[in-house]
């Protein structure tokens, strides 16, 4: 018996990009921001496109972080309009196609302390739908029966995330395993799938489902497109979420499935209208601040940026600054290209650019290295934020009675808290600490 499925995943909807954003500009007027539009339109485009595919499949499979809130860096709700657009597209492909759909349930869009789950909800709304939770795989461990839901020409074995420190802490590590090889076996002489979260990274793919003879397995948590073996693949996500996803091929993947053969894997790619950008740029060693800011805005006229604003095509762009000038301080270059920035994003501004976020490293051998996965990353204005601000100071006219040092602590202080390195309220008690 043959089976063909789509594999969808990681589309983050209800993404918000915040740093370095332009105000005021709309998705759609008074109900979505520009870029988290795109995500949505995404979505919608995944859907359209496998409605027409020539076969038709015969499921579509979404390996997790159907939303990309809650999670651990954002507790809320996704917002009212990526539960809509879920809902709609998801009422709409199965309607017109009759072609079912199962969604797991990832990191993203998880309650890690309550036992509830938004794609039980969602489920409720959507006929057709089936979805996998952490709180149906919990129930089946405890319960010891499978967690798989099987369909006309194939069964498919769901593995939603479990974080790897949770199942270490509970000593269920070895009790995870032997329920996959007990549990979730297949029984029948048709085409198998198993559809799990999780990267080696971070512990959260579990290698036992690899010794299970699943026809293919489809993966999610990893936003890039990519085989992880013979007959597993991640199907990437279809926006890009990070700025070091710029180069990825973004889309979802078609298997073609026959029980006991290989799979055929056929991707299939999206196009964008909007760039992502994410390039690095050196220092020279006579660099001034003047000299980069003006390097800065040649490099946005190369790039086709220095042009009327239309939001289908405003770019979205991270500059990484490298290298060493001993004629630039990091206070005063921190300055002008914050003011740079103001100028790009402004209402009136020359540029098509609808983010703009930079960061530099002024060391000689340094080089930056993206984090591996979406979860790991931070960006820093300035590195040592107490020396710069001293030498600062120390350039200034100052009236002799004021403390430097405190006048540091305090700044210092208020941009931990404007980082989030700092937990509570900005007070003008939390600002001096134990001083006076």
């Known amino acids: ?82 539960q809509e657009t879920a809902i709609s597209v998801l009422q709409n492909f199965i309607k017109k196609t009759g072609i079912p759909v199962l969604i797991l349930e990832g990191n993203h869009g998880l309650y890690r302390l309550l036992e509830v789950s938004l794609l039980d909800g969602l489920k409720l709304a959507v006929p057709g739908l089936d979805v996998a939770t952490q709180q149906d795989i919990k129930a089946a461990i405890r319960e010891d029966r499978p967690l798989a839901y099987s369909y006309e020409k194939l069964d498919v074995f769901c593995f939603p995330f479990i974080d790897y420190a949770v199942l270490r802490s509970s000593d269920m590590i070895t009790k995870f395993d032997d329920w996959i090889t007990s549990q979730q076996k297949r029984e029948r002489l048709r085409p198998a799938v198993g559809v799990a979260h999780g990267m080696d990274l971070d512990k959260t793919l579990h290698s036992a489902i690899f010794s299970m003879n699943y026809d293919y397995i489809a993966l999610g948590h990893d936003h890039k497109q990519r085989k992880q073996s013979q007959n597993a693949w991640y199907a990437g996500s279809p926006e890009r979420w990070r700025f070091d996803e710029s180069s990825h091929d973004k889309g979802f993947l078609v298997i073609d499935l026959k029980a006991g053969k290989a799979p055929v894997i056929t991707p299939h790619k999206l196009e964008f209208a909007r760039q992502v950008l994410n390039e690095k740029l050196s ?60 100028k790009v994003l402004s209402q009136d501004s020359e540029y098509n650019v609808a983010q703009f976020v930079w960061s530099t490293r002024q060391t000689v051998d340094s080089e930056y290295v993206a984090a591996s996965y979406p979860e790991i990353e931070s960006e820093y204005l300035i590195e040592d934020p107490e020396n710069d601000f001293r030498d600062y100071l120390n350039t200034l006219d100052i009236d002799k009675s004021l403390d430097l040092d405190k006048l540091t602590k305090i700044a210092v202080t208020s941009l931990e808290f404007s980082v989030g390195k700092r937990d509570g309220k900005m007070t003008s008690e939390s600002l001096m600490g134990d001083d006076s």
Do not use: C
């Open 1 to 82: 018996m043959s089976a063909r499925i789509a594999h969808i995943s990681d589309t983050h909807l209800g993404s918000r990009p915040r740093d370095g954003v332009r105000h005021n500009v709309w998705g759609q007027e008074m109900r979505t921001q520009l870029l988290e539009n795109d995500f949505y339109e995404r979505f919608t485009e995944l859907f359209d496109r496998i409605a027409v595919l020539d076969p038709p499949v015969d499921l579509v499979i979404h390996s997790g972080d159907l939303y990309n809130s809650p999670w651990e860096g954002n507790p809320s709700q996704p917002p009212v309009v990526a």
């Open 283 to 342: 220092f020279a060693e006579d660099d001034t601040v003047e000299s980069v800011v003006g390097n800065l805005h040649e490099w946005f006229s190369s790039k086709g940026l220095v042009t009327a604003w239309d939001a289908k095509t405003a770019a979205r762009v991270r500059i990484v600054f490298e290298g060493v000038s001993h004629r630039l301080g990091s206070f005063d270059l921190g300055v002008a290209l914050e003011d740079f920035r103001l």
